[in-house]
């Protein structure tokens, strides 16, 4: 069974602070998806990391897949309170099996 | 509209009534996936339809829990004699082509709630 685990699993920063996040897993992954997520609606996707060592910038965003492609980090640069809400990441071959999320907080 | 659609958003059940869940995926996707989604957790796979085949159902908790895509478009979730455990928020997502590798596209999920 793959799982993927999130860490930490809360965080609450003040603009302006740097953050990393991470998913880990025991197992080989095709590829990694990153989702975020608001109160009340759907998870959104944010990138998909194919490449073991791809690193993928999105503005403030940086996202990271491990070289044995078993993990994934995503930093954030000066944060900001838009970015206050749930990530998620989600890998698998047939059906994406999601973590159970990191969930942001930025405070103004 | 262009995205997923589901409804309804809320729903109140009493313990052991039956309720039915809506899912209008973006017209053409080919896959579609349903999730369960406690408070506070990530979201759980429940089953997975390719059009109208159900190839996975190995997230469904028991027989209970009921899915079909009789047509290869809209899907319904269907919960018999609902428990309080059932409670939670389900999600469906379409992808544009076959499995998962691609992007989900989710709806805002309908929220249960089991008295």
């Known amino acids: 069974t793959q799982l993927l685990e999130q860490s930490p699993q809360f965080l609450s920063i003040q603009e302006g602070e740097n953050l990393t996040v991470y998913c880990n897993s025991s197992s080989v992954f095709s590829s990694l998806q990153w989702y975020r997520q608001e109160p009340g609606e759907g998870p959104v996707l944010l990138v998909t990391v194919v490449t073991g060592g791809e690193v993928k910038k999105l503005k403030r965003l940086t996202f990271q897949f491990g070289d044995a492609r078993k993990d994934s980090s995503l930093h954030i640069t000066a944060a900001q309170t838009g970015d206050t809400g749930l990530y998620l990441c989600a890998g698998g071959y047939n059906k994406l099996i999601f973590g159970a999320g990191t969930r942001l907080a930025v405070h103004p | 509209g262009a995205g997923v659609s589901q409804s309804p958003r809320y729903k109140v059940a009493k313990r052991g009534q039956d309720v039915a869940l809506r899912c209008d995926p973006i017209s053409g996707h080919v896959s579609l996936f349903w999730y369960q989604q406690a408070l506070g957790q990530g979201p759980e796979f429940l089953t997975y339809?390719?059009?109208?085949?159900?190839?996975?159902k190995s997230g469904l908790p028991s027989d209970r829990f009921f899915a079909e895509r009789p047509e290869g478009s809209v899907s319904t979730l269907k919960i018999q004699r609902t428990q309080q455990e059932d409670s939670a928020v389900y999600l469906c997502a379409s992808v544009r082509l076959a499995g998962g590798a691609g992007e989900l596209f989710f709806g805002e999920g309908s929220r249960l709630t089991v008295l």
């Open positions: 339809f390719q059009n109208e085949a159900q190839l996975d």
